[in-house]
């Protein structure tokens, strides 16, 4: 047995769009999640903003965190969307979910109390509607070519 088993990309039937898609999802998901895991501050002053005078170490641990989960969430994005493509719908699913409750709290649940937006606060607004339009082309059959 090995860590990686035998790609299953030929068992696919959806858009090939949709698995390419989650592919440039899963980089840039691990790419902040570097940032967030080995910038000195994660990324909370340098590119959130975010004053950090006040509960600094907490706040950059937190980050920290965070980004050790995108790391991981990020490798099996591109896993999927490059060796395991009949997981791509799933995959997608799974990151609605994500993305939708990323939306929820930092507009309308937790965040309005905080007043200060990130970057990804205004992202999140632009990747729901994308990955339900490709989770909608990953469940369809593509015609045969």
């Known amino acids: ?16 769009s949709a698995a390419w898609f989650l592919a440039l ?15 000195s501050d994660g990324g ?14 907490q706040v950059i641990g937190l980050f920290a965190w965070a980004g050790a989960t995108q790391i ?3 490798a ?4 999927v969307a490059l060796r395991y493509r009949p ?7 799974l990151l609605l979910v994500e993305r939708t409750l990323h939306a929820l709290d930092g507009w309308l649940l937790k965040a309005p109390a905080i007043g200060h937006k990130p970057p990804e606060a205004y992202a ?12 909608a082309l990953s469940l369809r059959r593509r015609r045969a070519s």
Do not use: E, K, Q
């Open 1 to 16: 047995m090995s860590l990686l088993p035998a790609s299953t990309n030929s068992d696919y039937l959806g858009a090939r």
């Open 87 to 93: 997981l791509t719908p799933l995959a997608l699913a």
């Open 44 to 57: 909370a002053g340098v590119i959130a903003g975010l004053d950090l005078t006040a509960n600094g170490p």
């Open 72 to 74: 991981a969430w990020g």
């Open 76 to 79: 099996m994005m591109l896993a």
């Open 25 to 39: 999802i899963g980089a840039l998901t691990f790419v902040p999640g570097c940032i967030h895991t080995f910038l």
């Open 124 to 135: 999140v607004l632009v990747a729901l509607p994308l990955i339900l339009i490709f989770l």
